[in-house]
């Protein structure tokens, strides 16, 4: 639907970008995926909105649990489910049932997802396509892809 540039000199914009998805209400049910080369910044980009998203201690990468899970507390509202996948170890198209990835879509809650081109068919169109790539100097060139109404309301 709508397709946006970004230019992230460091990380400290990866910073700032993670902060102001995090206050945006359309949020908490979103499904985003996070595109790029190993090293691009997936994780990294999950963990400074998690952390903007109040969570504290350490942030695990999903890459060999396929999935980490989090219950977060907000003020005056209901805990948000915060399910961060990471498929690049998937193998078989019977783990996902096996797993119960399934049921963890349908649920409410919001999403995040690294190598979801690995499992090309079972997720749901996400919401919100990141797609991070990695400059000579070290930069990175972020495209920011809305494919519902919710992404778009996430690109506000
Ligand atoms: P991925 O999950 O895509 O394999 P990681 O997030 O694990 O990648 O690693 C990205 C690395 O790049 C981290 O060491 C991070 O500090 C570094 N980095 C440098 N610049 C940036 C940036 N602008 N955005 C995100 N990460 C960056
Ligand atoms: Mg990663």
């Given at each position: 639907?709508?397709?946006?540039?970004?230019?992230?000199?460091?990380?400290?914009?990866?910073?700032?970008?993670?902060?102001?998805?995090?206050?945006?209400?359309?949020?908490?049910?979103?499904?985003?995926?996070?595109?790029?080369?190993?090293?691009?910044?997936?994780?990294?980009?999950?963990?400074?909105?998690?952390?903007?998203?109040?969570?504290?201690?350490?942030?695990?990468?999903p890459?060999y649990?396929?999935?980490?899970?989090?219950?977060?507390?907000?003020?005056?509202l209901?805990?948000?489910?915060?399910?961060?996948?990471d498929?690049?170890?998937?193998?078989?198209?019977?783990?996902?049932?096996?797993?119960?990835?399934?049921e963890?879509?349908?649920?409410?809650?919001?999403?995040?997802?690294?190598?979801?081109?690995?499992?090309?068919?079972?997720?749901?169109?996400?919401?919100?396509?990141?797609?991070?790539?990695?400059?000579?100097?070290?930069?990175?060139?972020?495209?920011?892809?809305?494919?519902?109404?919710?992404?778009?309301?996430?690109?506000?």
């Amino acid at each position: 639907l709508e397709t946006r540039t970004q230019h992230w000199p460091d990380e400290s914009s990866c910073e700032v970008f993670a902060a102001s998805l995090a206050r945006n209400a359309a949020l908490a049910d979103a499904t985003l995926e996070l595109e790029g080369t190993l090293g691009a910044g997936k994780t990294t980009f999950v963990r400074h909105l998690l952390r903007a998203l109040g969570v504290q201690g350490r942030i695990k990468s999903p890459t060999y649990a396929v999935v980490e899970l989090y219950e977060l507390e907000r003020p005056g509202l209901p805990p948000l489910a915060v399910s961060h996948f990471d498929f690049y170890r998937f193998e078989s198209p019977d783990e996902w049932e096996d797993a119960g990835f399934r049921e963890l879509f349908a649920a409410p809650g919001l999403k995040l997802c690294e190598w979801a081109e690995k499992v090309a068919g079972r997720l749901p169109p996400p919401d919100l396509r990141i797609g991070l790539q990695m400059e000579a100097d070290d930069s990175r060139t972020v495209t920011l892809q809305a494919l519902t109404p919710r992404g778009q309301e996430l690109l506000r």
